[in-house]
């Protein structure tokens, strides 16, 4: 075996995890209805592969090669533990889907996916687990960035996982769409999933699967498919105008060399227009329907800061009656936070830090953008002193080495 092909073999399981795992495990678990031994059988086809592609090759087709290994994998299991006559009839299904739909793995994917999103958000699973878990099941996240993603430690965040997957394997849930009158109350849960998706790929987390990376993009994916499947609710829409909002923005946030930029200091001419224009007319489709929802107004916010940094007029109180709606809808520390800083913009930075000041300590002790925000408005008060200090503390809790950078730079402009 020669390295340059163990190298070759390596990246491309790689780039296989990176770009189907969530995929690939949306279709063996919907065939199994068990996902932690669909992930047991997947994690044993990337192994296999890292054994037999630096001999054998790269086959043609890696994901389709890995479903088949997965689904092998599956069936000797359930062979080798003698399950009940009811597995026994799920084995022969699955065997038979194996002759007949060698080649079908890929084609699938986009239905199967949100699928088990829809899965994920069954009411009997814990509310709290239903977005983790479809970060891990539908985009094979590990613990650290999930964790990071919803500000709980990951050890607490594990035994959420398992607990729901064991909730889905005892109750028997089904993998299928709900039904119209249940899809109300899953819709939430999903794109609460996809958006953290969207979230967890934007930068790097300390402590976590540097593989999975690239996320923003399958998460938009997710949401133009969602868009599709659901023409007339106008939420998928507003949270895709959120997510290409952002994404449009993508190669402004660092500069030449690496540091990070806010978006008051970007480039606009760096911004991907085609994008952002997509963005406003998703969002124009949203308002069309007629019924206002938190995602609409993360866009409206996203829309207002984009055009306001491209020269057009947007009054600051406007900033502050989208945050004022966006509370009511769907309180949030973030929200609280972000308010503070539209106000400050709209009134100056006295009535920002009172509107700080207001939200409970205890929530915001280890709460990055409150202590950036914070040490912000501080010094643009006059309070140098307690601005250093307040830097500090954003600096200490931020996970990104670019943005410790750039918090560290800030306080040192201080007089």
């Given at each position: ?179 119209a009158d249940e899809l109300p109350r899953r819709l ?228």
């Amino acid at each position: 075996m020669s390295s340059e092909g163990r190298d070759v073999a390596h990246r491309s399981a790689e780039q296989a995890a990176r770009q189907s795992y969530g995929r690939l495990l949306a279709i063996l678990s919907a065939r199994t209805r068990d996902i932690a031994a669909s992930e047991d059988a997947l994690h044993d086809a990337f192994e296999r592969a890292l054994e037999r592609w630096p001999h054998d090759g790269v086959p043609e087709r890696p994901e389709a090669w890995l479903l088949q290994v997965a689904r092998h994998r599956t069936l000797d299991a359930w062979r080798h533990e003698k399950v009940q006559d009811a597995a026994v009839q799920s084995l022969q299904v699955l065997a038979q889907a194996l002759d007949d739909e060698p080649q079908q793995g890929v084609a699938a994917v986009p239905d199967e996916r949100l699928r088990l999103l829809f899965v994920c958000a069954h009411p009997a699973i814990d509310g709290a687990a239903r977005a983790p878990l479809m970060l891990q099941t539908v985009l094979g996240l590990d613990a650290a960035r999930i964790a990071n993603a919803f500000l709980v430690a990951p050890a607490t965040l594990g035994q959420r996982l398992v607990r729901a997957k064991s909730r889905i394997r005892a109750a028997g849930i089904g993998f299928e769409y709900p039904r119209a009158d249940e899809l109300p109350r899953r819709l939430q849960d999903v794109l609460d999933g996809i958006y953290a998706a969207y979230g967890t790929g934007w930068d790097d987390v300390e402590g976590a699967d540097a593989s999975h990376r690239g996320l923003t993009l399958e998460a938009i994916e997710l949401g133009r498919i969602l868009c599709t499947l659901m023409p007339g609710e106008p939420e998928p829409r507003g949270l895709l105008a959120l997510m290409l909002f952002c994404e449009s923005r993508a190669l402004a946030r660092r500069d030449a060399h690496g540091a990070y930029v806010p978006l008051d200091a970007q480039d606009p001419a760096l911004w991907n227009e085609d994008m952002r224009l997509q963005a406003e007319r998703q969002l124009a489709a949203a308002a069309a329907c007629g019924v206002v929802g938190a995602y609409q107004l993360e866009a409206a916010i996203q829309s207002a800061h984009t055009q306001r940094r491209l020269g057009m007029a947007v009054p600051p109180q406007a900033l502050v009656a989208l945050y004022d709606g966006l509370l009511a809808l769907r309180p949030s520390i973030g929200a609280q936070v972000s308010r503070a800083c539209a106000l400050a913009a709209a009134l100056g930075p006295a009535a920002g830090l009172q509107a700080l000041d207001a939200i409970d300590a205890q929530r915001v002790a280890s709460y990055q953008p409150y202590w950036a925000a914070r040490a912000h408005l501080l010094g643009a008060d006059g309070q140098t002193g307690e601005a250093r200090s307040a830097y500090a503390r954003a600096s200490g809790l931020s996970s990104q080495p670019a943005v410790r950078a750039y918090l560290e730079q800030a306080a040192r402009r201080l007089r």
